[in-house]
Each structure stands twice: as C-alpha cells, then as structure tokens.
C-alpha cells in the first residue's frame, strides 16, 4: 500500500508533465522503473492500574481506580523509485522517514459487583483518555508529492490519539459448584475519541464486542475453559486508509488454569482471530483520476502464560 500511493503520485507527476509540454514528456508507467522500499513500525502503550475495592455488603462490592498509560512508538523505511537503466535510471521519487512518537494519559475506572444467589453480575466504565503523541522526527525526506502520505510525521507535530471510553457489562451463573459460564457485553465510544485528522467523525457509530465463555474446574488444581468473541465496529470507506484501519471479526479461545500450591496458579491460553476482509472501493484512487480498489486484511493469533500468587 505505502508502494501503490507513490506509484499513483508518480504517475500524476508525469501526467502533468505530460501536459504542461504538450506531450513531450512521457507519461511514467510502472513498467518503465524500479521500486525499492521497506517499512518497519511498532507501537507499545505501558499501563500501570491502580485502585481501591470496598465491600459495601456481602452481595456488593464497588471499585474506583485510575490508570497510568505511556505511549511509545517508531515508524523506521525508505522507498527509493529510479527509471530502468535503459531508460536513463533517473530517480523518480525519494522518502526517508524515522520518527519516534511518545504520549501519556490518565484513565479513571468505576466498577461494582453484585452477588445473587447463584447468580453474579458485575459492571466497569473507562473514561476516556485524553492522549496526544508527539513527533520526535530524525529523518524525514519527501517531494511535494508525498505530503499527505509522510507529511504528519513531522517534527514537533501532536497528534491526538485518545483512548475511547468503554463500558463493559457481564453475568455469570454458577450451574455447578465446579460448573459456570457468562456473558459480557462491551461498548467501545470511538466516535468520540480524538484520532489524526479528526477521522473518528468518519465512523458511523463506536464499536460494539459479544462476550461469552464456559469455566469447569475438572479436579481441584485444574480448570478449563473456553470462550468466544465478536467485535462489530461502525465502519465507513472514508475512515478506512493504509495506515490506519480495522475489520469485524469473531475470536475463540482456550485456556487451563493449574494450582502449584495453595496460594500460586499458573494460567496458559491461547486464542485465534478471523477477521472480515474490508474492500473500498475509489473512482479517483490516490488522486490519479482513475479508479482504483484497497483489500484490508490481517490475521491474529495469540498465546499467554501468567503466573499469580494470592497473599
């Protein structure tokens, strides 16, 4: 994708060229040169969470708390296009980026429990975090062509990034003494939660996740379990792009829960992500005035091992 929008900036270059000498510049096709590029990116967010619980009675509890969150992340790539050697080897196009971006915010948590017989319902709300990273940019390089495409990774530029406010609403039923499943609901307010170029106005609604899992203690030091997911967001072409974009999908996974000793258990899980693959469609696509079609994709697997010791 960061290949195709040069290729489509190339071509709209040479185009206008093409038409200020009255076609005496050739109109550049990708036949006619080399691409080299590469691109590597990563984010990480650092959360430290604390909080206090109060037990009002013994069917209610209620919780509030806060949490600390660092944002660090770098995007690190080149792409260099030169015309074909028997064409004169010419560079077309030159961009150089490495950009490191860092942020923080607070995120103030509610939550209460409520025991009923065999019954347990329990409830959290997230404010949002209001979180704006900043660009400390090494290397930036690019023709006037490529503005909107490296253009906000300058030095000194903030972007917000907030975290959305989200509710999350659950019951279990104990069917069993050593037998129970839930159900959980998530509501995640994206619509409201600042993002580059104000692009969460582009959605048609925050983003809605179904929850239900079964747990089943099959001896006393192990338990089982197992559980599914589906994550509906409020998607629209014009959120969409090749940096930034996200796909409904369904989760399932599993886990086993091992008693070491009477105060230490170790937990394993693992789950998989299918994804709905997200087509949009263009009649201008990067601008070239001729149409053009993106497939957004990914694919995810996870693995997790914890070990927890009660006091």
């Not at 038409?19 to 990563?42: C, F, H, L, R, W």
């Not at 967001?233 to 792009?241: H, I, K, V, W």
């Not at 090749?242 to 886990?255: I, K």
């Not at 070239?288 to 997790?304: E, M």
Request: with cysteine; net charge negative.
């Amino acid at each position: 994708m960061f290949e195709s929008a040069a290729m489509a900036g190339i071509f709209q270059e040479s185009l206008m060229n093409y038409i200020k000498t009255g076609g005496q510049s050739p109109i550049v096709t990708p036949e006619m040169y080399n691409i080299n590029s590469a691109m590597d990116g990563k984010q990480f967010i650092y959360s430290l969470q604390l909080g206090l619980g109060y037990k009002i009675a013994d069917w209610l509890s209620v919780f509030a708390g806060g949490r600390m969150n660092y944002f660090s992340g770098n995007y690190d790539g080149y792409l260099n296009a030169k015309l074909k050697q028997n064409l004169g080897g010419a560079e077309l196009m030159a961009l150089a980026l490495d950009c490191d971006q860092t942020g923080w915010g607070l995120t103030p948590v509610l939550g209460v429990d409520v025991k009923y017989g065999k019954f347990n319902f329990g409830a959290k709300y997230e404010f949002k975090t209001n979180l704006n990273i900043e660009n400390d940019t090494k290397k930036l390089d690019y023709p006037d062509s490529a503005e909107d495409l490296v253009g906000a990774y300058k030095h000194g530029v903030n972007t917000p990034n907030d975290i959305p406010s989200m509710l999350s609403v659950a019951a279990s039923y104990q069917f069993l003494p050593m037998l129970k499943a839930s159900v959980e609901y998530h509501f995640f307010d994206d619509k409201k939660a600042g993002m580059a170029g104000g692009k969460q106005k582009d959605l048609e609604r925050g983003t809605n996740e179904y929850l239900l899992g079964i747990e089943w203690d099959i001896i006393k030091r192990l338990t089982i379990s197992g559980g599914a997911q589906i994550t509906d967001y409020g998607l629209s072409d014009s959120y969409q792009s090749d940096t930034s974009f996200s796909c409904d999908s369904y989760s399932l996974g599993f886990g086993a829960k091992v008693m070491l000793s009477e105060k230490m258990a170790l937990n394993v899980g693992y789950m998989w992500t299918t994804y709905h693959d997200y087509t949009k469609k263009s009649d201008n696509y990067s601008g070239t005035g001729l149409p053009g079609t993106n497939v957004y994709s990914r694919s995810n697997k996870v693995f997790g091992l914890s070990l927890d010791y009660a006091f």
